[in-house]
């Protein structure tokens, strides 16, 4: 059974830092890039981070440069996603999402990825 699970989300305030974490079982992890999306209420769920199998080519959206790192750990099926300088607008539920991918390329799209999450709900007030 695939098993998508994010945790670390909560209560913080604007400027604060926070990482969350997705720990995966039930399928191939090294076999799959890993990406995070995230949802802000009355809107459309969008692209954060994306990471290939190996680790590398991170990319990030455009909203979150300079204030986000997404990283994986191959040995425990988790990745993870650190953020910094909160703002109110990153309040939204945060998904991870896995897609099947053996080259080093990473997908912005979400129809791309196979697996998702049931999300953790990031809050940041102001």
């Known amino acids: 059974q695939v098993r998508l699970v994010e945790s670390g989300g909560g209560l913080v305030q604007a400027g604060d830092s926070l990482t969350l974490s997705c720990t995966t079982s039930g399928f191939t992890f090294t076999s799959y890039a890993m990406a995070w999306f995230r949802q802000a209420p009355g809107k459309e769920r969008e692209f954060v981070a994306a990471i290939s199998w190996s680790g590398s080519a991170p990319r990030l959206a455009d909203s979150v440069k300079g204030r986000a790192a997404i990283s994986r750990d191959n040995a425990k099926n988790t990745v993870f996603l650190q953020m910094y300088g909160l703002k109110p607008d990153d309040t939204a539920i945060y998904y991870c999402?896995?897609?099947?991918?053996?080259?080093?390329?990473?997908?912005?799209?979400?129809?791309?990825?196979?697996?998702w999450g049931q999300g953790t709900q990031v809050t940041v007030s102001s």
């Open positions: 999402a896995a897609d099947y991918r053996l080259n080093l390329r990473v997908s912005a799209a979400q129809h791309d990825y196979d697996y």
